[in-house]
């Protein structure tokens, strides 16, 4: 099982659509997480931090559920420009600052 | 305050040939993180150095890679007779040391063996 999983899509949704992506991750005694965004050839950027109480940074919303080990990314009123690649990023516990990457979800949004 | 550099931004490497790619961190930050992304594939961790000494190198592959993080200057990610298989997109990041954050990439060198 890989240590963070999510589903690789592409999802093609409408401009103004609202999107959700989710991702697993293995190891329950993981510490930190992120949502990277990662356009076609470029460097990954930080999106957002995840918390438990999940938080809001104007169109996105990211949530994590330590018991079902599950993080999500919502994307309210989608843009032509947020067509990209979502990366879910775990740091495992003990692991330093070394970042644990997805697979990646793909979106394309569409006029 | 400059961001992570990195450079070349693309480097053409004959297989059997030396790959030298270079990363220099945000000013004050004294530790490096290495990641390859392979094509169509997610980020993997490769090795994390602060100045002169290795701290993981336990993503690093076991034969023709090494790194280093010199006292002065950038840190180097050297690959030694190159395959097809090496060719990739290498990002390094930095950070400050004692901190966990989700840190910023340098744009990263795209390698290509032919």
């Known amino acids: 099982r890989k240590e963070v999983e999510q589903d690789p899509g592409p999802f093609n949704v409408p401009e103004g659509a609202t999107v959700a992506f989710n991702c697993t991750y293995s190891n329950s005694a993981s510490q930190s997480f992120f949502w990277y965004r990662q356009d076609c050839r470029k460097e990954p950027k930080l999106l957002m931090s995840v918390y438990s109480s999940g938080n809001e940074d104007g169109r996105f919303t990211a949530q994590l559920n330590r018991a079902s080990q599950y993080i999500s990314l919502l994307i309210r009123d989608s843009k032509l420009s947020d067509s990209a690649t979502y990366l879910c990023v775990v740091i495992p516990n003990n692991a330093g600052n070394m970042l644990t990457f997805g697979g990646g979800t793909r979106l394309m949004v569409k006029p | 305050n400059a961001g992570v550099m990195q450079n070349p931004r693309h480097l053409v490497r004959r297989r059997g040939q030396e790959a030298r790619l270079r990363c220099s961190p945000m000013k004050g930050h004294s530790h490096v993180y290495w990641y390859r992304q392979l094509p169509e594939e997610g980020l993997k961790f490769m090795v994390y150095l602060q100045k002169e000494n290795i701290i993981d190198e336990s993503g690093m592959p076991k034969e023709r890679f090494s790194a280093e993080f010199p006292k002065e200057g950038p840190s180097i990610l050297r690959i030694q007779q190159v395959v097809r298989g090496d060719s990739a997109a290498y990002f390094c990041?930095?950070?400050?040391?004692?901190?966990?954050?989700?840190?910023?990439f340098g744009s990263g060198t795209r390698l290509t063996v032919v």
């Open positions: 990041a930095s950070s400050e040391p004692g901190r966990i954050y989700g840190y910023t």
